[in-house]
Nanobody, 128 residues
Framework: QVQLVESGGGLVQAGGSLRLSCAASGRTFSNYRMAWFRQAPGKEREFVSAISRSGGSILYADSMKGRFTISRDNAKNTVYLQMDSLKPEDTAVYYC?????????????????????WGQGTQVTVSS
């Protein structure tokens, strides 16, 4: 089992930036593909981005392309989400997720069921 702890959330004005971090422990980090999801109040949890075990392949939800950047540092057991040009509609709890199964381009990589382990989330609030 792997434990995931997110950090870096906070309050930011529209147009600003934040970098989220997700620190993993418990297993070999490079064995896990990683992802970020988010959940806004009253809405379902949605896919944001995912990254392969090596970091060489990446997926983004269409609405995040060009504004968000996912990366990972396997030496530090950490995955990051750089968020730029933030909008009020980006306000949500952001969750880190991991899976030791399958591959990034599997059909479930952008779905909740594609990940076995989840962090507790970090709140991001974007003011207008």
């Amino acid at each position: 089992q792997v434990q995931l702890v997110e950090s870096g959330g906070g309050l930011v004005q529209a147009g600003g930036s934040l970098r989220l971090s997700c620190a993993a422990s418990g297993r070999t980090f490079s064995n896990y593909r990683m992802a970020w999801f988010r959940q806004a109040p009253g809405k379902e949890r949605e896919f944001v981005s995912a990254i392969s075990r090596s970091g060489g392949s990446i997926l983004y939800a269409d609405s995040m392309k060009g504004r968000f950047t996912i990366s990972r540092d396997n030496a530090k057991n950490t995955v990051y989400l750089q968020m730029d040009s933030l909008k009020p509609e980006d306000t949500a709890v952001y969750y880190c997720a991991s899976s030791s199964l399958g591959f990034l381009y599997d059909v479930d990589s952008a779905k909740i069921r594609g990940y076995e382990f989840w962090g507790q989330g970090t709140q991001v609030t974007v003011s207008s």
